[in-house]
């Protein structure tokens, strides 16, 4: 009998985070493994839903069927639902995991099952532009922000977009075995497993905002990482006290003027691993971390992996290295 998966549907959905479990689950996959699962695409009124750019897409299913399904999957939601989630379909949810269903949120469908009830006390995750504003609104949720997606059994979160593949490769490889799994991978060409967390994806350092004082002297200092730096080197650029920089600076930025620097040099590291072989001991004395044991705990600490990794990862995006 057909592993049967359900994936909640609501209006304005994002289109990928709904496809790629479509993809994995939805398309007969029987000389992997037969019998294959059996995909339903569940609402609370089936019928015709809203998606994304007036594009619609007919739902055959109710939520009844999603509360008898073997595999609850929720997608990532639009505001409107994060923010007002369906009584309905939360009750759905609840019913589908008392009844013992594995729970799977991908993205900010986390945030329907925060509303259910089902995230409290346990570790999850979501995308990383949502993780502030999640754990604002879910105090009992132990929000991760440093993976890709969070496997507590029977409830599973993910973070966004490409974390989908992730989570529902990794079902896969629960299911069938890590064999059928990287089959599977193989014909969607991406990797059976990614190593690393969505920290690698985080927007780029605090940028002082231009015509600022601070402006000139944190230009100079981009150009000077490699040197040894202090908070009163910087202040004496700024012809200020070091008190008074360090005020102004976390005024203007938001953090510290040291923090700033090791983003500065871990962005610097990132760039060079892209786009050049240098051993990563001569990255460290390029960025000013003196070694790479100094550099490996920076980079971790801010990246979520190892230089080394991030360097066989990140090598094919190539951009012109800082000079």
């Known amino acids: 009998m057909a592993h049967v998966v359900a994936v909640a549907v609501t209006d304005e959905m994002p289109i990928f985070e709904l496809a790629v479990p479509c993809e994995v689950f939805g398309i007969d996959r029987s000389d992997l493994v037969d019998p294959w699962y059996e995909l339903r695409l569940c609402a609370a009124v089936p019928g015709r839903l809203r998606g994304p750019g007036g594009m619609g897409l007919e739902v055959p299913w109710s939520l009844s069927e999603l509360e008898r399904a073997d595999t609850v999957i929720v997608p990532a939601c639009a505001r409107r639902t994060q923010l007002e989630p369906p009584a309905e379909l939360l009750a759905s949810l609840r019913r589908a995991h008392e009844r013992g269903a594995r729970m ?16 409290d006390g346990r570790r999850a995750t979501t995308h990383w532009m949502n993780l502030t504003d999640f754990a604002h609104q879910w105090p009992k949720v132990n929000v991760d922000g440093g993976v890709l997606f969070v496997d507590e059994g029977d409830v599973l979160t993910s973070a966004g977009t490409g974390a989908a593949i992730d ?3 990794h079902l896969v490889t629960l299911d069938h075995g890590t064999t059928v799994a990287r089959d599977l991978a193989r014909r969607m060409v991406v990797p059976p497993h990614r190593d690393g967390s969505q920290a690698q994806f985080v927007q780029p350092p605090v940028r002082v905002p231009a015509g600022t004082e601070l402006g000139p002297v944190l230009d100079w200092v981009r150009e000077h990482l490699d040197e040894p730096l202090t908070v009163p080197d910087l202040a004496r650029r700024a012809n200020m006290s070091p008190r008074t920089f360090a005020r102004r600076f976390v005024e203007i930025t938001g953090i510290s003027p040291l923090r700033w620097l090791v983003q500065q040099r871990v962005r610097l590291a990132q760039e060079l691993l892209e786009t050049t072989e240098e051993p990563i001991e001569w990255v460290a004395r390029r960025v000013g971390f003196g070694s790479a044991a100094t550099l490996r705990m920076h980079f971790q600490r801010a990246v979520a992996v190892p230089p080394q990794t991030y360097r066989h990862v990140f090598r ?3 951009r012109p290295p800082r000079q």
């Open 104 to 119: 799977v949120a991908i993205c900010t469908g986390a945030y329907l099952f925060a509303a259910a009830g089902l995230l």
């Open 167 to 169: 989570i529902c490769l």
């Open 316 to 318: 094919g995006q190539r």
